[in-house]
């Protein structure tokens, strides 16, 4: 269990991770306050997309998938885990109930069999 030390001086102990959290919360010489927020984040899946409409002037969007829940105070267990969907060229991201990314993998499924009648 990892703790931390605050810009007061408090040594906080953070929560345990969820199993699938592959991030380094706080950097050596990093002092947050005790009510800061911080993620647990898992390892991203990156999907390189393409645009045929604008070939060749067109650069395709990454479209990164992670698994990503909010933790705030920094003791506080984690909250609910979200699925975070960003177009990394552009840096807009949603972040997705269990639910909402089934909803919208169910919707990509069902586009992608259409497509390929
Ligand atoms: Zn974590």
Redesign the pocket.
Known sequence: MSTVTTRDGLQVT?QP??SW???D?FDPGTYPHLEDG????SEPVDILTTDVSKIPDGEPTTVQLRLK?F?APLNAA?GPTQVELALLDNEDAVELTPQLARSIAAALHDLSERAER
Do not use: I, R
Request: proline share 14%; with cysteine; hydrophobic share 35%.
């Open positions: 953070l991770c969820p959290c592959t991030t919360h911080f993620h647990h984040l829940a933790v984690p």
